[in-house]
Each structure stands twice: as C-alpha cells, then as structure tokens.
C-alpha cells in the first residue's frame, strides 16, 4: 500500500537561509515522487517531479529534491528561502496500477519565512 | 504550457440543490481525471478517478449517489454534488493527466480548485 509522511506539519525558517521540507513514502511499485506548492486559498503548482530518471531533480524558483530509494526519502531542499516561498508544500507519491495512477498525497508542511 | 480549468471558481448555494462544478484540459487531451477534495489546512482527499468513456472508480467511503462524475470527452469532467448539504461546503480541486503535444511521460496538471460554500 501507498503512503506518504511528510514528518514536520510546520517549518519556520529565516529569510536567505536554507529550507528543508522532508518527505518519506512506502509503495509496491517503482513510484512517481512531486512536490506540490499551495499558496494561500490557491490552486496546486508543480515544484517538480521525479519519475525514475536521475534521483536529484531541479524544479522551479530554486527548489531540488533527492529520491533515495534506501532510505525511502524525497525531500524538498532549497539553499536560500524567500518571503514569496511562504505557502503549504505537499508531497505525492503516485504508482501506476492497471490503467490508472493512484495518487496519494502527503499532510503537507507550512512553511513560513520570517524577514 | 498545460492548463487546466475549473467553473465556476467559487460557488454558494441552498441547502438540498444540486451544484455541478467543469473541469476542462485547455491545451491537451486527458484520458484520466481525478477529483480532490481539502478541507481547510487539510491535505488534499482523492475522492474519484474518471477514465474517458467509462464509471468513475470512487475511492472508499465517498458516496457515489452524492458525487457523480461524468468524463463525457477527452477535455472535460463533471463533479455534480447532489443534495448538498452544510459539511460538503470545501475546496474541489480537479486534475487531468495527460502529455501536451505527445512529448515526455504523462503528467498530472490540476486546475485552481471550487470552493463551496452550501448554506
């Protein structure tokens, strides 16, 4: 069975120091791993997604993740954090079954950013 | 690049009317849809997965008489809420999953959301 744990439900970090938001999963299968960023009574955006290419991935306004499968972990990593980095990040796992994805996703972690 | 669409965006409503909330793939073809729902500070809720041309497969303990969803093409799904009531009021959020312009593996696109409020 799928499961997502995304082990902080909130972090605060300075604003120019480094974010890490942490993520592990359990799946039957050879999963797809994204991270997702919601920014207040908005929609979902892709961060980025890793999809058994190469394990680090680069998304979007400077955010990577690392897949590493021994250790069943995908977190979300960015060196320096913005004000506008202020939002809820999901992380999701998603598996292939039979026709059609299953798609889980994590509780989330708010993160803020203090000036 | 891939857009998806929701409509309406927001939506108030009687107790015990029917809304029916659109989900369009703007840009691309999606064979699969999904439908979420969030409560408030919650995470995202897998409520249906809608394959084009067939039933909905509905995820365990979501009524499928309340939640009926159509995928009548390859660029739109349904959500019609029947009946609604005050604790269906939440945030919907729509997904398609499909490959723009037939390059690279298929990627889930998901539209803005519907917030329901059902008085």
């Known amino acids: 069975a799928q499961s997502v744990t995304q082990l902080d439900s909130h972090v605060s970090v300075s604003e120019g120091t480094p974010v890490l938001l942490r993520c592990n999963y359990s799946?039957?299968?050879?999963?797809?791993l994204f991270w997702y960023v919601q920014h207040p009574n908005k929609g979902l955006q892709l961060l980025l997604k890793y999809t058994s290419a190469a394990t680090l991935v680069k998304g979007i306004n400077g955010f990577e993740a690392e897949f590493k499968k021994s250790e069943t972990s995908f977190h979300l990593t960015k060196p320096s954090a913005h004000m506008s980095d202020a939002a809820e990040y999901f992380c999701?796992?998603?598996?292939?079954?039979?026709?059609?994805?299953?798609?889980?996703f994590g509780p989330g972690t708010s993160l803020s950013v203090i000036p | 690049g891939a857009v998806v669409s929701q409509h309406p965006s927001r939506v108030i409503c009687k107790s015990g009317t029917s809304v029916k909330i659109e989900c369009r793939s703007l840009d691309f073809q999606a064979t699969t849809m999904f439908w979420y729902r969030q409560f408030p500070k919650q995470s995202l809720m897998l409520m249906a997965t809608s394959n084009e041309g067939s039933k909905a497969t509905y995820e365990q303990g979501v009524e499928k008489d309340k939640f009926l969803i159509n995928h009548a093409s390859l660029t739109l799904s349904t959500l019609t809420v029947t009946s609604a009531h005050p604790e269906d009021s939440s945030f919907y959020i729509c997904?398609?999953?499909?490959?723009?312009?037939?390059?690279?593996?298929?990627?889930?696109?998901f539209g803005p959301g519907t917030r329901l409020t059902v008085l």
């Open positions: 997904s398609a999953r499909g490959s723009p312009g037939g390059r690279g593996t298929d990627t889930q696109y």
């Open positions: 799946s039957s299968y050879s999963p797809s």
């Open positions: 999701v796992v998603s598996d292939r079954i039979t026709s059609y994805d299953k798609v889980i």
